[in-house]
Structure formats: C-alpha cells, structure tokens
C-alpha cells in the first residue's frame, strides 16, 4: 500500500500561483507513475500533469501546459505542482495519485492510478 497526503491548497486571486505538495510513504518502491488529477463541481474528475517515478518523463494537459510544472524528490518522497498565471477555471480539488503500473500503462487515465490522497482545494477568485 502507498498513502499520499496533498498540501498547500487555498485561496489565490487570478494569475497567481500557489504550490501543492503531497507526500507519498508506505511501499513508494512499488510506485512508477505520479499524477495530479483535479475535480471542480459537477464535472468529471480530469488529468492535469504526471512524471514518472525514476527518470524524467512528464506529461502535461494542454489546459495546464506552459503555466503548470509538476516536479519530484525521491529522497524525500514528495511530488510537487508549481501552479502559475491561474484562471478561475482552475478552481478544483486537486488530487495526488500513484500508480504501480501495469500493461498498457496510461498516463492520463485516472483509472489506471492505484493509490489517491484526500484531495486539497485550490479556489482561484477572479
């Protein structure tokens, strides 16, 4: 089992930046993939970023692409999401999720991700 805990969500005003954070423990060796997924009210929960757990391999929404960075410390466990020039449209509870991995693997489909946080709300005032 691996556990994940988002931080750093809240209130910003549009085109700002906040920084979210979680925390994986538990058997993190069994993890190949990180994402970030993201629910706003009566929408479908949709994929925002994603890096692989060893190596270098990210993977961004066009909705998000140029504005957000997703970023990782192995030594520490952490994934992070650096989130600049926000929109209203980005107001969602964000979600951390790990995957294990499995044949085909794919990146941008929440189903494939095994393990999720409690999700951390990000409200962008406009």
């Known amino acids: 089992q691996v556990q994940l805990v988002e931080s750093g969500g809240g209130l910003v005003q549009a085109g700002g930046s906040l920084t979210l954070s979680c925390a994986a423990s538990?058997?993190?060796?069994?993890?190949?993939?990180m994402g970030w997924f993201r629910q706003a009210p009566g929408k479908e929960r949709e994929f925002v970023a994603a890096?692989?757990?060893?190596?270098?391999?990210?993977t961004y929404a066009d909705s998000v692409k140029g504005r957000f960075t997703i970023s990782r410390n192995n030594a520490k466990n952490t994934v992070g999401l650096q989130m600049n020039a926000l929109k209203a449209d980005d107001t969602a509870v964000y979600y951390c999720?790990?995957?294990?991995?499995?044949?085909?693997?794919?990146?941008?489909?929440?189903?494939?991700?095994?393990?999720w946080g409690q999700g951390t709300q990000v409200t962008v005032s406009s």
């Open positions: 999720a790990a995957a294990n991995g499995r044949s085909p693997f794919r990146v941008l489909v929440a189903s494939d991700y095994d393990y």
């Open positions: 538990g058997r993190t060796f069994s993890i190949y993939y």
């Open positions: 890096i692989r757990w060893s190596g270098i391999a990210t």
